[in-house]
């Protein structure tokens, strides 16, 4: 099969990257059969989770369908990746037939969805070796980083190109959360390359409002949910003042509220009271050898400005 169905031929010696083509099929062909299976999985699986470019493919379909509140079957997969243009590149409808033939039972989606998710932590995890190896290779962008401020030591070095290797996850949704009364939900994308802020309507997410003005993640509403807290990348947290309507999300202004102690802000993990007026930054996240959780009280004067932290002993 042509396309982006094969994963082209193997080298002498070529070691495959984890993954099982019979789980991938199964969980597709599950899918494109049982209402039921939908459900199972479109919490726990990802499009980046299948190895397969055809997979991916079809699964993405799939996810399009499954966020406009769409049947999923094999007629309106097969249209909604003619509409992409990627339905020869898949196998055309033959090979969505072959999947569904080809699937053992929908009862044990939960047992394939299980291989195909682990086999993509698998693959994750050598991702993030090799570029721990890239990193040691690279001494002499390591030397000529060291005029960035943030960068002190080597180790630091090794966090910020974890960071930007992160970064580049593009389409990676995370740090999802429900807005107050439950209408709406805040999750940070990386589309672009760098992960911003977007709020969505649930439970149909037929439209996503961008919330973060030049790169964020980790938002947090307040309880009012007229406001949301994020960590910008020049780990600033950030908060954002909205309105939110029928026609969607506006946001009305932003404000700098404090920078955060680690060099690197979306390894930080921070909570808020519901009035948005205290702080926890645990900074103990990514590096141990860190001390403590700061606390904050944010600033009751005008404008903007770091309010003043204590870090609990």
């Not at 599950?30 to 079809?58: C, G, K, T, W």
């Not at 039972?105 to 969805?113: A, D, H, K, M």
């Not at 690279?138 to 070095?157: M, P, Q």
Request: proline share 6%; no cysteine; glycine share 8%.
């Amino acid at each position: 099969m042509s396309g982006i169905t094969d994963q082209g031929q193997m080298r002498p010696g070529f070691r495959s990257p984890p993954h099982s083509r019979e789980a991938e099929e199964s969980v597709i062909g599950a899918v494109l059969l049982s209402e039921e299976a939908v459900n199972e999985v479109m919490d726990r699986i990802h499009p980046p989770d299948f190895y397969v470019p055809a997979h991916q493919a079809i699964f993405e379909a799939m996810r399009e369908l499954f966020d406009a509140n769409q049947p999923i079957d094999a007629v309106t997969v097969s249209e909604a990746l003619r509409r992409r243009g990627e339905l020869e590149k898949v196998g055309g409808v033959a090979y969505l037939t072959r999947l569904v033939d080809i699937v053992p039972s929908t009862s044990n989606i939960l047992y394939y969805s299980g291989i195909v998710e682990e086999h993509a932590k698998r693959r994750e995890l050598i991702r993030a070796g090799a570029s721990v190896t890239d990193v040691a290779f690279d001494i002499d962008r390591y030397l000529a980083a060291r005029g960035d401020a943030r960068i002190k030591t080597w180790g630091d070095w090794v966090e910020h190109a974890r960071f930007r290797q992160d970064q580049s996850r593009a389409g990676a949704e995370n740090w999802a959360a429900f807005s107050p009364d439950g209408k709406w939900v805040v999750f940070s994308a990386a589309d672009s390359g760098q992960p911003e802020v977007f709020v969505a309507p649930f439970p149909a997410p037929t439209r996503r409002f961008r919330i973060s003005a030049d790169g964020g993640t980790q938002a947090r509403w307040r309880r009012d949910g007229k406001e949301i807290f994020y960590v910008a990348p020049d780990r600033m947290l950030m908060s954002a003042q909205i309105e939110t309507d029928a026609s969607g999300v506006t946001v009305k202004g932003y404000e700098p509220l404090f920078e955060l102690q680690h060099p690197y802000g979306a390894y930080h993990a921070f909570d808020l009271t519901p009035d948005g007026q205290r702080f926890l930054v645990n900074t103990l996240v990514i590096n141990p050898g860190r001390r403590g959780v700061v606390a904050s009280l944010r600033s009751t004067s005008e404008g903007s400005g770091p309010s003043a932290a204590r870090r609990p002993r």
